[in-house]
């Protein structure tokens, strides 16, 4: 069983910088690919970014590319997601979660169904 507890969270500025982090444990860190989403009030779930240790490969949402950076410490069982030139439209409560490693390509890192541990979540707030 993977636990995963999410930190770094807060209130910032738009145009500001925050970086989130994932710690696990409970399983072998590097089978695992590992992935962000985020849940804005009133609307689903979705893809964030994903990185899988297989290459390593990287995914991202089109709306974050090029402002977040996803990144992992396999001796610290930790992955980071380093957010930058955040908008009020960033606000939303971020999610860490694994899935066993597969398919690397964009669409199914980016599949939530295939992620089976996930952490309680951080929020978020970016003002305007």
């Known amino acids: 069983q993977v636990q995963l507890v999410e930190s770094g969270g807060g209130l910032v500025q738009a145009g500001g910088s925050l970086r989130l982090s994932c710690a696990a444990s409970g399983g072998t860190f590097s089978r695992y690919d590992m992935g962000w989403f985020r849940q804005a009030p009133g609307k689903e779930r979705e893809f964030v970014s994903a990185i899988s240790w297989n290459g390593p490969s990287r995914a991202y949402a089109g709306s974050v590319k090029g402002r977040f950076t996803i990144s992992g410490d396999n001796a610290k069982n930790t992955v980071y997601l380093q957010m930058n030139s955040l908008k009020a439209e960033d606000t939303a409560v971020y999610y860490c979660?694994?899935?066993?490693?597969?398919?690397?390509?964009?669409?199914?890192?980016?599949?939530?169904?295939?992620?089976?541990?996930w952490g309680q979540g951080t929020q978020v707030t970016v003002s305007s």
């Open positions: 979660a694994a899935r066993p490693q597969g398919l690397t390509t964009a669409r199914a890192m980016a599949d939530l169904r295939k992620y089976s541990y």
